[in-house]
């Protein structure tokens, strides 16, 4: 079975920076869909950034374009949300997770068509 484990979430101030980290275990491919979400009170959970596992494929949502950077280890099976710029409007649950390959950036931003999740990370920026 296949399992993540995400951390690195924590206070902050606006304008500044987080890295969280994501460790996967069990089996997984590298045409499989990797990303990060997340979840405010109240509200739905969005896709912030997601990748196909083995690289060349990266989505961002477009509140995060330019702030957020997603990337990998495969070798370590590790992924990594680098957030700059945080806004109090940033500040949710952040959850990794992973499925079967996907195409096109709605189905890659899409938290529906992931089968494996993480337990969340809280991420709270401050104004």
């Known amino acids: 079975d296949v399992q993540l484990v995400e951390s690195g979430g924590g206070l902050v101030q606006a304008g500044g920076s987080l890295r969280l980290s994501c460790a996967l275990s069990g089996f997984f491919f590298d045409d499989y869909a990797i990303g990060w979400f997340r979840q405010a009170p109240g509200k739905e959970r969005e896709g912030v950034s997601c990748m196909r596992a083995g690289g060349g494929i990266t989505y961002y949502a477009d509140s995060v374009k330019g702030r957020f950077t997603i990337s990998s280890d495969g070798a370590k099976k590790m992924v990594f949300l680098q957030m700059n710029s945080l806004k109090p409007e940033d500040t949710a649950v952040y959850y990794c997770?992973?499925?079967?390959?996907?195409?096109?950036?709605?189905?890659?931003?899409?938290?529906?068509?992931?089968?494996?999740w993480g337990q969340g990370t809280q991420v709270t920026v401050s104004s």
């Open positions: 997770a992973t499925g079967p390959p996907l195409r096109g950036r709605d189905s890659y931003l899409n938290a529906t068509q992931y089968d494996y």
